[in-house]
């Protein structure tokens, strides 16, 4: 299909996060937008599946909530489970105090896309698929446009790109964003138990008692394995009466690179070597893998892009930095943020840049000029309102990737004796287990704990 020759806004990646920023933006009036992504519908293989409170509130700001929440599970709780029994650690029900939406909910990132692309699609916004961008450069008539020339040789020229394609972003690369971690990146696997994982949607034979509103995490030693039943019938090749469950863990080194699709073998010996056939003891019933839906694999790691906002470079100055007198280039989503999964953050925090951003950059639209602008400090002043939205943005990344470092060293603590000063012995799990399960007993503890999750503070 034929691409227009020029668009307002250019949205490249039509994940949750490209099309979430389209509804924004719609939601504001502004219709001359193109969404763009280089594959086909559904062959996206990010498989999130934890929505939290404060991302259903920005559902609901672009009217998506209702629909979102008819298809997911309602979960109350989350409980770690080792052999030491069951830690109730968040308990979302006292967050009715700060939304409406004192839940989490699990849901399947391809039934989460299918309910944005039905919107996208009743409002008559413009996705095309598979168009492919090669690179980008200011236009030769206005620097202040941007040619997105794409593999097939179309070019469109935009007012504005935005980078919503993935950790290996091509507009990122395009623009000379810097990305890395932000605390310097882990080279020693010790650093990173989590490091290779894999996930899968599976069906259980004799699946463990456990409450179908909670998310589980099986922890044994120096590994974790999350449990959590999904909602409805998200596969059409099975059927109705059969609950489907999202499992996912690290792989360690020894065991080597997991296959590309897991299939129910493998994703068998992971529940037998750390998941709920560890946790519950040898008397309980062994849990089977009768059938693997979906399954992959993947590296994790935390990286962040120096700036989620930037002109486009038009050469380089005298140090030698780029000369940015381009088009306005914006980065939202895994384009401009990942870290690994603990705590389910990432897509959330990608669907909240994009509801956040979209009036600024309509603000931005009515107030550019549709000419070149003419100096340095009229090019600062349209600017600043999307570099505070980049400004702000950044730090709740930064928050969250500071938060899930943390969450997930304190899941993988070793399971062993230890030495303190060579005569002290400890065992680091049991002492987590212990204060947790202390602590636990507290409500305002677990409620904290919910609120860390829900991004309510943080949005």
Known sequence: MSLPQSVDILIVGAGPTGLCLALALHKHNCTNVLVVDGVEQGENTSRAVAVHAATIEAFDTIGCAEDILQAARKISATAMRSKRG????????????????????????????QILGKAVQDRNIRVLRPHRVARVQPSAENPSLTDVIFEDGQVVRARVVVGADGSHSTIRENAKIGWGDPDGEPTDEKDNRLMQMIIADVILENPPDWPLENINLAVSTDNIVLLVALPGQPYPHISADQLVYRIATGIPASWGPPPHAPDSEYLQ???????????????????VVKQTAWSSRFRTRSSIADTFFARLPTGSGPDGEPLREGGPIVLIGDAAHIHPPMGGQGMNLGIRDSVKLGPVLVEFLRTAPAGPIATRAQRELVDAPLRQWAEERRGRALTVIRFVKQLGKSMTLPNERRWLLGIVPFNPAWLRDTFLGFMCRFTWWRAHAAWQISGLGNP
Do not use: C, S
């Open 269 to 287: 010996k992971i529940l037998d070597a750390w998941g709920p056939n560890v946790v519950l003891g040898p008397d309980a019933p062994r849990i």
């Open 86 to 113: 069951r830690i109730e650690t968040a308990t979302f029900g006292p967050l009715a105090k700060y939304t409406k939406f004192p839940f989490m909910i699990a849901i399947p990132q391809h039934v989460t896309e």
